[in-house]
C-alpha cells in the first residue's frame, strides 16, 4: 500500500462503475450452510438484544437516548462477517449495539451500558451511543452525527501508515452524509489512497426527515463520484448481498486502489429513538418491510429450504433468548458507577481542574 | 432591571409552557416581518424534536419555515449570509451539542462581520438552541457551552428562564441588530425544575411567570431580573438554575437576593452592583464546567468592582471540570445538595 506522498497524481483512474459492475454479476454470495446458520444466529442476537433493550427503556432501566438497529441488522453482519477482525477496524455512529454484537462483543456488557453501571463497557459513562472496544478494534459509537466519518479517515491513514494490511469500515446514515466533514473526508481518501470502505445505511429517514426532504442527490452510492470514488448499491435487507459486496469491495481496497462508497439500502422498523412515534412515515410502508423484506425471516427460509430442521432454529431461538435475558440480568443488577467515576479519564493523570472534591452525591441525599 | 413578572395583570391569566412561549414569539415574528425566517433540522414538517416550531410551517409555509440538511455549519453560514443581505433569520441548532460545526461561522463570521466591514453590514441572525442538563442526555445531549460565546466579542448570549422571559427575550433577540445566541433550558421547557429529582415535576402552569401576555412585547437584552429579594447573600444564576437556587434558599429558609441573569452579554452588571454592595456576599451557580466558566468572569467583575463591599469571597457552584457523564448525572449535577452546602458555607464567611 502506498503512503500518501507516494501516491502519484495522475496514478490510474478506476472506472466508477467498475465495482458495481463486477458485483452485478454476481450479488448473492455462496455462502455454505454452516455461514447461513452464523448468520442467521448473529442476526437473530441482534433483533432480540434491541427488542429487549426497548423493553428495558419502556421499565425506565435504561435513559436518555436509544436508537435501535432493528430492520438494519443485515448490514452489519453482511460486512462486519467478511472483515479481518485482526487487522481491520469498524467505526460508526450513535445506532451503533448491532455493529458490536456483529463483532461478538459480549451482550452483557453492551447492555449494561445502556443501563448505565459500572460494569457497562464504557463503565456507564458512555451510554448507548458511545461505547468502544479495543480489543475488536471498534472505534465507537459517537453521538455526533457525521463526525465518525472523518475520524474513519484518520483510522485508514494509521492503517496504510502503518502498513498493517488492515482496512476501515465506517459507517453512518442518509442524514449524515449531509454533514459538510464527510466530503473532506472523501477528498482525502481518494487523494491518498486510503484503505476505507464508506458505508451509507440509507434507512430512508434522519429522524424525521424523508431522504427525499433532505439530499439533492438521493443515490448516495453517486457521491463519490466528484472524488472519484467508485460507489456500490446493494440491498442491505439481504445478508448474502451484503456479503458479497463486502467480498468486492474489501478486496479492491486490499488491492492499495482506495476507497469505496457502499450504499445499503435498509430500514428501521422502530422509531429513531424510544421517544420517537414515528408519525411521519405510513403503516404501510413498515408493514411491507416487515413482512416481506425483513433479512432474518429471508435467511429463515433459505435454511429451511436448504434442509436445516425447525427443531434446530427453534434451538437457536431459544438459546439467543437465554443470551439475551442475561444479559438484561446482568445490565439491571450490576451497580451504578461511584461518583469518583466522574473525574476518571478525563485526562491521562487523575485531574479536578479547580473543582472542589466530588461532596456527598447529590443521591446520597 | 424590571420587576419580576409575577404582576402581569389578571386579565392576561394565560399560561404556556416555555415551549408555547418560544413557539409564540416565533409565530408572531413570522406575522409581523417578512423578513424573518425560521430553518434547521426537523423545525418544517416535523415541528422540532422540542414541538418549538410546531404548525409554524403549516401557517406561514415552506419559504419561511424550512427544514434543512443536518448540516449545521451549512445552517449558520446560510443565516450569516442572509442576514448580511438584510434578513433576520433564525436557525435552530437542535442541541445546543451540535453547534460545534458551525462554531467557526459564528466566531470566525458572524461576529466579526460588522466590525471589519466598519458597520458596513452585520449578522442579525438568532440561533436558538436547548441546551442544558437533566434529562439523561449524556455527554452528546446535554452540554452548556455558553461561555464560548461569551467568551467571544461581537456575540450576544441569552438565556431564558421562565416562558414569560422566553418570549419577550426571544422576540428582542429576532429584533436585535447583532447576532444573538439564544440558549434554551431544555430542562425546564414543560416545568419550573427545582433540582429535587426526585420529586414530582411541576407543571409550568403553577407558576406565576407562566403567565405570558398575548401580542408582540420584547424584554430588553442586558437587564437583570430579580427572583426573589433578600439581605443574606447575592446569588446570580441564569436558566435551569434560577429555579433550583430559588427552591434550595426556600428549602433552607436563608433571605438571597436572587438575580437571573437573563442575558450574560449584554450583562446587567448594574444591577448586580447594586445587589451584592447592599449584601455583601455573592454567590454564583451555573450547570457548565468550572474552568473557564461564566462564573469565573462574573466572580472576576464583581470582585474589580466591589471588592470593598464584600465580607467574603465570590463562591462558584458549578459543574465539575468534566464531560457530561451518561450515568452520575446528578452527581455531577450542580443540585441541591452542592448548593445549600455552599451557602451555609458563604454565610460563616
Ligand atoms: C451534529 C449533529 N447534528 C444533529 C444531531 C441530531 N441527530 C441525531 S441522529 C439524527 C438523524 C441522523 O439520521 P441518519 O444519519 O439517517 O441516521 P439514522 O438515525 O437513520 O441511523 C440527528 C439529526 C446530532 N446527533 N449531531
Ligand atoms: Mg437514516
Known amino acids: 500500500m502506498s503512503k500518501p506522498h507516494d501516491s502519484a497524481p495522475d496514478a490510474q483512474v478506476p472506472s466508477l462503475r467498475s465495482l458495481q459492475d463486477q458485483f452485478a454479476s454476481n450479488t448473492r454470495y455462496p455462502a455454505s450452510a454452516d455461514e447461513k446458520l452464523a448468520f442467521y444466529r448473529q442476526m437473530l442476537l441482534i433483533r432480540r438484544f434491541e427488542e429487549k433493550a426497548g423493553q428495558l427503556y419502556g421499565l425506565g432501566l435504561i435513559g436518555g437516548f436509544c436508537h435501535l438497529y432493528i430492520g438494519q441488522e443485515a448490514v452489519a453482519i453482511g460486512l462486519q462477517s467478511a472483515l479481518n477482525p485482526e487487522v481491520d477496524s469498524v467505526i460508526t455512529g450513535y445506532r451503533d449495539h448491532g455493529h458490536m454484537l456483529a463483532y461478538g462483543i459480549d451482550p452483557k456488557i453492551i447492555m449494561a451500558e445502556l443501563t448505565g453501571r459500572h460494569s457497562g463497557i464504557s463503565r456507564g459513562k458512555g451510554g448507548s451511543m458511545h461505547m468502544f472496544s479495543t480489543a475488536h478494534k471498534f472505534y465507537g459509537g459517537h453521538g455526533i452525527v457525521g463526525a465518525q466519518v472523518a475520524l474513519g479517515g484518520g483510522l485508514a491513514l494509521a492503517h496504510q501508515y502503518n502498513e498493517d494490511g488492515g482496512l476501515c469500515l465506517a459507517y453512518f446514515g442518509d442524514g449524515a452524509a449531509n454533514q459538510g466533514q464527510v466530503y473532506e473526508t472523501f477528498n482525502m481518501a481518494a487523494l491518498w489512497k486510503l484503505p476505507i470502505v464508506f458505508v451509507v445505511e440509507n434507512n430512508r429517514y434522519a429522524m424525521g426527515t424523508a431522504v427525499e426532504r433532505s439530499s439533492a442527490e ?96 427453534r434451538a437457536i431461538d431459544k438459546e439467543i433468548r437465554a443470551i439475551v435475558a442475561a444479559a438484561a440480568d446482568f445490565a439491571e443488577t450490576s451497580p451504578e458507577p461511584e461518583p469518583e467515576e466522574l473525574y476518571t479519564d478525563v485526562l491521562v493523570d487523575s485531574y479536578s481542574g479547580s473543582a472542589p472534591a466530588i461532596p456527598a452525591a447529590e443521591h446520597a441525599r | 432591571m424590571t420587576a419580576p413578572a409575577k404582576g402581569a395583570d389578571a386579565s ?108 458596513e453590514y452585520t449578522a442579525p441572525l438568532t440561533v436558538r438552541s436547548p441546551f442544558g442538563g437533566g434529562i439523561f442526555g449524556g455527554q452528546t445531549h446535554s452540554q452548556s457551552p455558553e461561555a464560548m460565546f461569551t467568551h467571544v466579542a461581537g456575540l450576544k448570549t441569552v438565556i431564558p428562564s421562565t416562558p414569560h422571559d422566553a418570549k419577550g427575550l426571544l422576540i428582542a433577540a429576532i429584533e436585535d441588530n447583532d447576532p444573538v445566541i439564544f440558549f434554551e433550558p431544555k430542562r425546564i421547557y414543560n416545568g419550573p425544575f427545582s433540582g429535587f429529582y426526585d420529586r414530582p415535576v411541576e407543571p409550568w402552569k403553577r407558576h406565576p411567570d407562566s403567565v405570558v401576555p398575548e401580542g408582540h412585547y420584547r424584554i430588553p437584552l442586558g437587564e437583570a431580573r430579580r427572583v426573589s429579594e433578600g439581605e443574606a447573600m447575592t446569588v446570580l444564576a441564569y436558566g435551569t438554575m434560577v429555579h433550583v437556587v430559588d427552591a434550595v434558599a426556600r428549602e433552607k429558609g436563608i433571605d438571597i437576593d436572587l438575580l437571573d441573569l437573563r442575558t450574560l452579554v449584554p450583562l446587567d452588571i448594574e444591577a448586580i452592583a447594586r445587589s451584592v454592595e447592599r449584601t455583601g456576599r455573592c454567590m454564583v451557580v451555573h450547570e457548565a464546567t468550572r474552568t473557564s466558566g461564566f462564573g469565573a468572569e462574573l466572580a472576576a467583575l464583581v470582585q474589580e468592582r466591589m471588592f470593598y463591599h464584600l465580607e467574603a469571597p465570590v463562591m462558584r457552584v458549578t459543574g465539575f471540570d468534566t464531560p457530561y457523564p451518561h450515568s452520575l448525572e446528578w452527581a455531577y449535577f450542580p443540585g441541591p445538595v452542592r448548593i445549600g452546602e455552599a451557602m451555609d458555607r458563604l454565610l460563616q464567611d
Open chain 2, 12 to 119: 392576561a391569566e394565560r399560561r404556556l409552557n416555555m415551549i408555547e412561549a418560544i413557539n409564540e414569539a416565533l409565530d408572531i415574528m413570522l406575522a409581523r416581518d417578512p423578513d424573518v425566517m425560521i430553518f434547521g433540522e426537523d423545525v418544517g414538517y416535523f415541528g422540532g424534536v422540542f414541538r418549538a416550531t410546531a404548525g409554524l410551517q403549516a401557517k406561514y409555509g415552506k419559504t419561511r419555515v424550512f427544514d434543512t440538511p443536518i448540516s449545521e455549519c451549512g445552517i449558520i453560514a446560510a443565516a450569516i449570509g442572509m442576514g448580511a443581505y438584510g434578513l433576520r433569520p433564525v436557525a435552530e441548532i437542535q442541541f445546543a451539542d451540535y453547534i460545534y460545526p458551525g462554531l467557526d461561522q459564528i466566531v470566525s463570521e458572524a461576529a466579526r462581520i460588522r466590525y471589519r466591514s466598519a458597520g
Open chain 1, 218 to 313: 438521493t443515490e448516495f452510492h453517486r457521491r463519490g463520484a466528484a472524488f472519484r470514488i467508485p460507489g456500490m448499491h446493494v440491498d442491505g435487507m439481504d445478508v448474502l448481498q451484503v456479503r458479497q459486496a463486502a467480498e468486492v469491495a474489501f478486496a479492491y481496497v486490499r488491492d492499495g486502489n482506495g476507497p469505496v462508497l457502499m450504499e445499503c439500502s435498509t430500514y428501521r422498523y422502530r422509531g429513531h429513538s424510544m421517544s420517537d412515534p414515528a408519525k411521519y412515515r405510513t403503516r404501510e410502508e413498515v408493514q411491507e418491510f416487515k413482512e416481506q423484506r425483513d433479512p432474518i425471516e429471508a435467511i429463515k427460509r433459505l435454511l429451511v429450504e436448504d434442509g436445516t430442521a425447525e427443531d434446530d432454529l
